[in-house]
């Protein structure tokens, strides 16, 4: 069953589009990620241009964040302060990024640099990911390895305006937070991704914050930082397509309970292995496109 | 009476009389994109008054726009769009059925001669500057365009193409795609004999936004700040929805 999408303008299986999400948003149950960063290349390899993939991919994980984060609330592992400062950043930064968006699109360039930071972000998060869980396969098979040393302060948290995170326990400059979030705004509105993938390790290794409110703040700020995305991207590209944005998050929620259900049967090294693999395949995919020598070297652009 | 008079008017002007001699009409004169669009084909039909030999040639231009043309260089490792032309107002949809798979040098140079075919297309670019390999450009535009099914040539008798029945009736399917621009399609009909135009006939298609898909991308390009409220507020909703109907019991 074919659906037209009003802003993409492509004809699409109903099916497909749904299974999609189904299929992200069970890996994003499984494993706590966003799923943005999975989602975005996949609507563009099924054919949808990659303006709106990123546009809509930004609304969709506006959902996604909020049913996540009141899971989080409840057990009190937000840090708002943190969250705070940190959305303060994202705004700035992904106001700066949707700017950068619509100008890079208008030389013809943002089919490129989204491909470009897709292939050095996912490179970068499934080599991490890769190593990490043959680290943590091979540390279960010998018991009684020693514990990583605990967060220490560096430099960075001596900067000026430093403040109080109570929930996080932590003493240091707001500037830190501050730039992290700018950063991973402007990553978020040119890849259509929360960022999660980005700011949960900087939060953890960079600020220092205990983890059990990491995943909770992080998913606060994205609410944010991705309905900023998605309202700037209606006004200057109009490239949110909310029929296909609906149609994700119903996959989306499926498949998350799904996912978040199954976490706890199977076994999570192997399964983040091979998430990693899944990462490393498009990345790998993306780099191809990219540096192979294209069929045609004239491509085409219909102006409206 | 009246029949003097007609047959009267024939002879003196036998080639205004004569010049509607196609009579053509479309299964459906309109096309939708609503929310089931999947493209769309429609039957084109009619009779004329041929004699063997002659040429028809059935026409379908869809809506001009602008189309630009990126040319990819090897850069450092990648490709990457460089150099860039701008077409104005190039057909975004170019049906063309030929009746004959090879057609008389007359009739090649009268269609030559009135601009009919993607080939014999007057397009103006925007920069002067390629001028020595604007063909170059042109060409890879046509390439392009035809590879997206958006320039069609069919040549030739065939169910897919035209079909011809004594040389007085015609049928022609005229697929329109998914991915079209709404707007009015000119559908022309000429009927070549020895390099001139023996008649024509025009018809036109209308393609349409409607229903919802009309209004969800009016919404969000007229009203684009309200738009943008209302995808977060959807979204807000699912979400919210998402975690309370799911909550692990």
């Known amino acids: 069953m074919y659906i037209y999408l009003p802003i993409a303008e492509v004809s699409m299986n109903i099916f497909a589009i749904v299974g999609l999400g189904g299929m992200v948003g069970f890996l994003s149950g499984l494993f706590g990620v966003g ?25 969709q994980i506006v959902a996604s964040s909020v049913s996540g984060v ?18 303060v950043g994202g705004i700035i930064g992904s106001s700066f ?8 699109k208008t030389i013809g360039q943002i089919e490129l640099v989204i491909r470009l930071a897709y292939v050095v972000f996912l490179g970068l998060i499934g080599f991490l990911m890769a190593w990490e869980s043959t680290r943590a396969i091979l540390k279960s098979r010998t018991p009684g390895a020693t514990r990583g040393k605990l967060h220490q302060h560096n430099w960075l948290h001596g900067l000026p305006f430093k403040i109080r995170f109570r929930r996080s326990k932590l003493y240091i400059s707001a500037l830190l937070p501050l730039f992290l979030g700018a950063f991973v705004g402007v990553l978020s509105a040119i890849m259509g991704v ?22 909770g703040t992080s998913l606060f700020q994205i609410i944010f930082v991705t309905a900023n995305v998605t309202f700037l991207q209606s006004i200057t590209t109009q490239t949110v397509d909310i029929v296909l944005a609906g149609l994700l998050m119903l996959g989306g929620v499926i498949g998350a309970q799904i996912g978040s259900n199954a976490s706890s049967l199977l076994r999570g090294e192997q399964l983040r292995g091979l998430l990693a693999l899944l990462v490393l395949a498009v990345c790998f995919k993306l780099f191809m496109d990219l540096t192979l020598t294209p069929t045609d070297i004239y491509s085409l652009e219909i102006i409206r | 009476m009246i029949r003097y008079y007609i047959i009267c008017l024939i002879i003196i002007f036998p080639n205004y009389c004569f010049s509607k001699s196609i009579v053509a009409d479309l ?8 929310t089931g669009f999947n493209g769309a084909e429609l039957l084109l039909f009619g009779s004329f ?19 630009i043309i990126y ?36 009739n090649l140079a009268l269609l030559k ?86 008649s024509k006939e025009n018809t036109k298609i209308s393609v349409q936004k409607t229903g919802l898909e009309a209004k969800i991308y009016n919404f969000a390009h007229e009203n684009s700040m309200l738009y943008g409220i209302f995808a977060i507020l959807l979204a807000l909703c699912a979400g919210y929805i998402a975690a309370f109907s799911f909550r692990k019991i």
């Open chain 2, 113 to 198: 001669r009135e601009k009919i075919g993607s080939a014999n297309l007057e397009l103006k670019s925007t920069r002067k500057s390629h001028s020595e390999n604007l063909n170059v450009w042109r060409n890879s535009l046509e390439r392009r365009m035809i590879e997206r099914g958006m320039w069609v040539l069919k040549k030739g008798i065939g169910s897919k193409s035209i079909e011809i029945k004594n040389n007085k009736l015609f049928r022609a399917p005229v697929v329109i795609p998914a991915t079209v621009l709404p707007g009015e399609y000119k559908v022309s009909i000429f009927l070549l004999r020895n390099g001139k135009i023996v």
């Open chain 2, 49 to 67: 008054d041929g004699i063997e030999g002659d040429d028809l040639v059935i026409l379908v231009e869809g809506p001009k726009a602008d189309t």
């Open chain 1, 35 to 59: 799923g943005g960063f999975l989602m975005t290349p996949l609507l563009i390899f099924l054919g949808i241009p990659a303006a709106v993939a990123v546009s809509t991919e930004a609304n």
């Open chain 2, 71 to 106: 040319k990819k260089e090897y850069v450092s490792g990648i490709w990457i769009n460089r150099e860039n032309i701008t077409f104005k107002n190039v057909p975004s949809f170019y049906y063309i059925v030929y009746s004959n798979t090879k057609m008389s040098l007359k």
């Open chain 1, 97 to 104: 990024g949707v700017w950068l968006f619509a100008f890079l």
């Open chain 1, 70 to 87: 009141i899971a989080h609330w409840r057990k009190k592992n937000v840090d708002f302060m943190m969250g705070f400062i940190l959305l």
């Open chain 1, 194 to 215: 929360g960022g999660g993938f980005i700011i949960v390790p900087a939060m953890i290794y960079v600020l220092g914050m205990p983890t059990a409110v990491v995943v």
């Open chain 2, 27 to 34: 299964s459906s004169d309109s096309i939708s994109i609503n």
